[in-house]
């Protein structure tokens, strides 16, 4: 079913690249565009960052002998945690896969910080949607508070519960109890140890940090400029109701949602429902950016999608309850 899915998909692409070529390369365009004036620039240097954090023993300098013995949430669990909210999407579920893969923190957790932490930024809520979008800043508060607050808890209730799991067990258990995979960039440095010099062992984290976060980055290009065509498709079938339009849209590429939402939909109430909505969700093209970030260290995505639609219902009895008082 999955291939006939996927053949007849790329047929309807090759058809609207001969049909509608102009369409299409404005779409690309735009989706080029946005990658290169809002995603290069905002994640390219955190993403290089983060790589350098975690092939170093950067957040020893944080963890004492207690916390070694106690269990309790890590240092790298608190710095996938707020800069998955800060940063915004991808960044949690990159973090979350390549710490687990690096050996810093256990399968488990990585999955809950995969599922609770990849969410658009802050920058993003109160720049393009609230200032561009919905031309109005005070909506960035009660949006903040619906979109981040019930993933920040629950993904702290989670994690705390593992913890006390743990505290409660009276086996010797290792740090990262489910890991079952080496640190593979300890290992380089290990065995290039003794031939090389401490300048060349601190260029290569330098340069394999780069390369992942240009590798990522491109990743996210290539997806973004799919989805912005098969929005453009979608926007192309003028014989479709506007009702129906916005929820394609939507459950594709939320950049181009909240732009069609707020200038095709008049009601106020409505416009900020939805917006709540595809911010939540994040579109497929979220979730095929997440599925290519998580696969390499095998977590779930049928629980991360799981995770996400609850999320965004969690979101509609919110917005919903909001709009009802104000």
Same mark, same amino acid.
């Given at each position: 079913?999955?291939?006939?899915?996927?053949?007849?998909?790329?047929?309807?692409?090759?058809?609207?690249?001969?049909?509608?070529?102009?369409?299409?390369? !404005?779409?690309?365009?735009?989706?080029?565009?946005?990658?290169?004036?809002?995603?290069?620039?905002?994640?390219?240097?955190?993403?290089?960052?983060?790589?350098?954090?975690?092939?170093?023993?950067?957040?020893?300098?944080?963890?004492?002998? =207690?916390?070694?013995?106690?269990?309790?949430?890590?240092?790298?669990?608190?710095?996938? &945690?707020?800069?998955?909210?800060?940063?915004?999407?991808?960044?949690?579920?990159?973090?979350?896969? !390549?710490?687990?893969?690096?050996? =810093?923190?256990?399968?488990?957790?990585?999955?809950?910080?995969?599922?609770?932490?990849?969410?658009?930024?802050?920058?993003?809520?109160?720049?393009?949607?609230?200032?561009?979008?919905?031309?109005?800043?005070?909506?960035?508060?009660?949006?903040?508070?619906?979109?981040?607050?019930?993933?920040?808890?629950?993904?702290?209730? &989670?994690?705390?519960?593992?913890?006390?799991?743990?505290?409660?067990?009276?086996?010797?258990?290792?740090?990262?109890? !489910?890991?079952?995979?080496?640190?593979?960039?300890?290992?380089?440095?290990?065995?290039?140890?003794?031939?090389?010099?401490?300048?060349?062992?601190?260029?290569?984290?330098?340069?394999?940090?780069?390369?992942?976060?240009?590798?990522? &980055?491109?990743?996210?290009?290539?997806?973004?400029?799919?989805?912005?065509?098969?929005?453009?498709?979608?926007?192309?079938?003028?014989?479709?109701?506007?009702?129906?339009?916005?929820?394609?849209?939507?459950?594709?590429?939320?950049?181009?949602?909240?732009?069609?939402?707020?200038?095709?939909?008049?009601?106020?109430?409505?416009?900020?429902?939805?917006?709540?909505?595809?911010?939540?969700?994040?579109?497929?093209?979220?979730?095929?950016?997440?599925?290519?970030?998580?696969?390499?260290?095998?977590?779930?995505?049928?629980?991360?999608?799981?995770?996400?639609?609850?999320?965004?219902?969690?979101?509609?009895? &919110?917005?919903?309850?909001?709009?009802?008082?104000?």
């Amino acid at each position: 079913m999955k291939k006939y899915l996927f053949s007849f998909l790329v047929f309807l692409f090759i058809l609207f690249f001969i049909l509608a070529p102009t369409k299409t390369l !404005d779409a690309s365009k735009n989706g080029i565009t946005l990658w290169f004036e809002q995603i290069l620039p905002t994640l390219l240097p955190f993403t290089i960052l983060s790589s350098w954090v975690i092939n170093s023993n950067f957040f020893d300098l944080f963890r004492g002998a =207690k916390t070694k013995k106690s269990h309790r949430i890590l240092p790298e669990e608190w710095f996938i &945690l707020l800069s998955g909210f800060l940063f915004g999407f991808p960044i949690g579920s990159k973090l979350s896969s !390549d710490f687990y893969l690096a050996g =810093k923190i256990s399968k488990k957790h990585a999955q809950t910080l995969c599922m609770y932490t990849n969410h658009m930024s802050p920058a993003f809520v109160l720049g393009y949607v609230c200032t561009q979008q919905l031309q109005d800043i005070h909506y960035a508060l009660p949006i903040c508070f619906i979109l981040y607050g019930p993933s920040l808890i629950l993904a702290l209730i &989670l994690l705390l519960r593992d913890c006390k799991k743990l505290q409660k067990s009276n086996k010797a258990t290792p740090l990262i109890p !489910d890991f079952d995979n080496q640190n593979c960039g300890k290992q380089i440095l290990d065995e290039h140890k003794n031939t090389a010099s401490s300048f060349q062992i601190d260029m290569k984290i330098i340069d394999a940090g780069m390369i992942s976060g240009f590798v990522t &980055l491109i990743k996210l290009c290539g997806y973004m400029v799919f989805f912005s065509i098969g929005v453009s498709m979608i926007q192309h079938f003028s014989i479709l109701p506007q009702n129906l339009k916005i929820l394609a849209i939507s459950g594709l590429e939320v950049t181009n949602a909240i732009s069609f939402i707020c200038s095709h939909v008049a009601e106020k109430a409505k416009i900020l429902y939805l917006v709540l909505i595809s911010l939540s969700f994040g579109g497929l093209s979220g979730l095929a950016q997440t599925a290519s970030m998580i696969s390499p260290a095998g977590l779930s995505v049928k629980k991360y999608v799981f995770t996400k639609i609850l999320l965004t219902l969690l979101t509609a009895l &919110l917005i919903t309850a909001y709009l009802s008082v104000i």
